[in-house]
């Protein structure tokens, strides 16, 4: 069984498109997800540009990363 929260991201990924799973809280009640290209990863620290600009995420508050395909082609 594999288990259902992993951090795959890794600094290697750099130029990547992610997805990330982040606690929004200090509570930790609350998640959301980000999704862009990884830009910076570096001091426990991942920068990712998103739909909404960048966002820099400290890395104690991800639930789960991984490295995503790029997004698909738009329809004419």
Do not use: C
């Amino acid at each position: 069984m594999r288990p259902s929260h992993v951090h795959r991201v890794t600094p290697d990924d750099v130029g990547s498109r992610v997805s990330v799973r982040r606690w929004l809280d200090a509570e930790r009640t609350q998640a959301g997800d980000v999704l862009g290209e990884l830009v910076a990863y570096r001091d426990g620290r991942l920068t990712i540009d998103g739909r909404n600009g960048e966002v820099t995420i400290d890395e104690a508050s991800v639930l789960a990363s991984r490295v995503v395909p790029p997004p698909p082609e738009p329809r004419s």
